[in-house]
């Protein structure tokens, strides 16, 4: 009888212990997945879906819960997603802030470090966001044609096309509708440089994905000769394209950085500690490189993300 006091009492104290390790697994695990949920969001073209893919690897891998929103829309529809709290971030461009500030008249948006202070402010001022460390890339709105037209019509800069345009040779431009329409973009270059496009003279689509304007000018399609781009587009050489030059300067900088609720970097500050280093490390070649894994290679954005934080040494093998 002795004995099996014995062996009863020892079988009380392990489970005892049992039920305590289990207990105190479970407040850790509760505790490491209590960071969140954060909502990431992007823009509908390749370098959003990439910069966001990137966003949301190295939330996941410093213990954060989170939602992929990316592909959100247009930058009207993510902007307002962002600031009505249904978003927590996205990738966006430091020269918007000339648009979305009505100030597109002032200087300071040329300016890489000035063009970021200034909207950093402005949107903490009003809508309580927070923007992170910008990249080193200027990923400008330009226009693409194809080199061969670019070698036969002497076209290498922006001063060129409205030259070919204004004397009546053929074009036809592709790009989306905030493109055609927004004061940042096309409309920019008209005033800028004193053209005018009709609308036969272009096609407008839905989406801004530059890797689908591109191919069109690359390969014709419907008559198209001219596309819109982004300064960090690597699939254009691929293409056979080459980027009109703008010496005039018609474009803001644009330098993509995380835009952050406020409310999320109160609570998680150690936010900007994750994200910063990876977006500093992102040049210009870095991101058309990268670019044209998807663009032209047809990898799957969140893979080569992937593959990039793993060789830059920011995640794990």
Request: glycine content about 10%; some cysteine; charged content about 20%.
């Amino acid at each position: 009888m002795e004995k099996w006091v014995r062996l009863l009492g020892v079988m009380v104290v392990l489970m005892s212990l049992f039920i305590v390790t289990a207990c105190d697994d479970d407040d850790e695990t509760s505790e490491q997945g209590s960071k969140g949920p954060i909502v990431v969001g992007s823009k509908i073209d390749t370098e959003g879906s990439l910069l966001a893919s990137m966003i949301i690897l190295v939330l996941e891998d410093n213990g954060f819960d989170v939602t992929d929103k990316s592909q959100t829309g247009p930058t009207a529809i993510v902007r307002e997603a962002l600031e009505s709290g249904e978003i927590d971030m996205y990738p966006e461009y430091t020269g918007n802030g000339a648009f979305f500030f009505d100030e597109a008249d002032s200087g300071v948006w040329k300016d890489a470090q000035a063009g970021y202070e200034r909207v950093a402010e402005l949107d903490k001022e009003k809508f309580n966001i927070v923007w992170l460390q910008p990249a080193p890339a200027n990923n400008t709105w330009a226009i693409a044609i194809p080199q061969e037209l670019a070698e036969t019509e002497g076209l290498a800069s922006l001063e060129d096309f409205a030259a070919y345009a204004n004397g009546g040779g053929y074009i036809k431009l592709i790009g989306s509708e905030e493109f055609v329409t927004s004061p940042a973009a096309l409309p920019s270059f008209q005033e800028a440089y004193g053209f005018t496009l009709s609308n036969n003279q272009m096609l407008t689509v839905s989406g801004g994905n530059t890797a689908l304007t591109e191919k069109a000018a690359a390969e014709g399609t419907d008559g198209v000769n001219a596309a819109m781009a982004y300064g960090t587009d690597g699939q254009v050489a691929a293409l056979g394209l080459v980027i009109l030059s703008d010496p005039l300067g018609a474009q803001p900088v644009y330098e993509p950085a995380p835009r952050v609720r406020g409310e999320i970097i109160s609570e998680y500050p150690e936010i900007a500690g994750i994200i910063n280093p990876v977006f500093e490390s992102l040049g210009l070649e870095t991101l058309q490189t990268l670019n044209a894994k998807i663009a032209v290679e047809g990898q799957i954005a969140m893979d080569v993300a992937e593959e990039y934080l793993i060789s830059a040494g920011f995640l794990a093998e």
